[in-house]
């Protein structure tokens, strides 16, 4: 059924591709609200997605493979866009700091830089990560897979999976300015 339905999509079908979005577009804007914190933003960003997506639906040999990328394309906007909010906010930052001095707003500020900060310090790590690792890591943020669910896809023990996570945590530990309470 899935070799199906990834034909008939690279062929332009029209009830295919609703199918398409609508078994991923819900899980991928809660996927991108976990970094936008914002729903209209996130579903936005989901949209502009599967635009992308669809331009290039001859690529896709799979539906595994348009999942895998469908998730990376909205990683990646989502990174975009908080920084662009970073950018933004700095700029905003140093108007404020000109014009009046609130603490409230600096502390938000600075809250949500250290998150974009964070966020970057992730993409780093994950990109330097073993292939297993990876996948595991994957599964269980990208995709919310169980760690149950995690070890029978990849054919390791749960163990595995929790040193792996436990792994990919403690690297960006250690890459975290100051405190590293992640």
């Not at 990834?6 to 029209?14: A, T």
């Not at 295919?16 to 991928?28: A, E, N, V």
């Not at 996130?42 to 896709?60: A, G, P, R, T």
């Not at 960006?172 to 590293?180: A, E, T």
Request: hydrophobic letters at 35%; aromatic letters at 10%.
């Amino acid at each position: 059924m899935r070799e199906v339905l990834i034909e008939r999509f690279r062929q332009g079908d029209d009830k295919s591709w609703k199918y398409i979005y609508q078994l991923h577009s819900r899980r991928l804007v809660s996927y991108a609200s976990s970094f936008t914190s914002n729903q209209m933003v996130s579903e936005e960003i989901v949209n502009d997605s599967f635009l992308k997506v669809y331009k290039l639906k001859e690529n896709y040999r799979s539906l595994k493979e348009l999942e895998k990328y469908l998730f990376r394309i909205v990683t990646n906007a989502c990174i975009d866009y908080l920084r662009r909010i970073r950018s933004e906010r700095l700029r905003v930052n140093k108007y404020s700091l000109l014009n009046e001095n609130s603490e409230d707003e600096h502390d938000l500020i600075d809250t949500e830089l250290k998150y974009v900060e964070v966020i970057d310090i992730i993409v780093e790590v994950m990109k330097k990560q073993p292939p297993q690792r990876k996948k595991v890591v994957e599964y269980h943020y990208q995709q919310g897979k169980a760690v149950r669910e995690i070890a029978d896809l990849l054919n390791i023990n749960q163990s595995g999976v929790y040193k792996h996570l436990d792994a990919f945590k403690n690297e960006v530990r250690k890459k975290m300015p100051g405190d590293s309470s992640v």
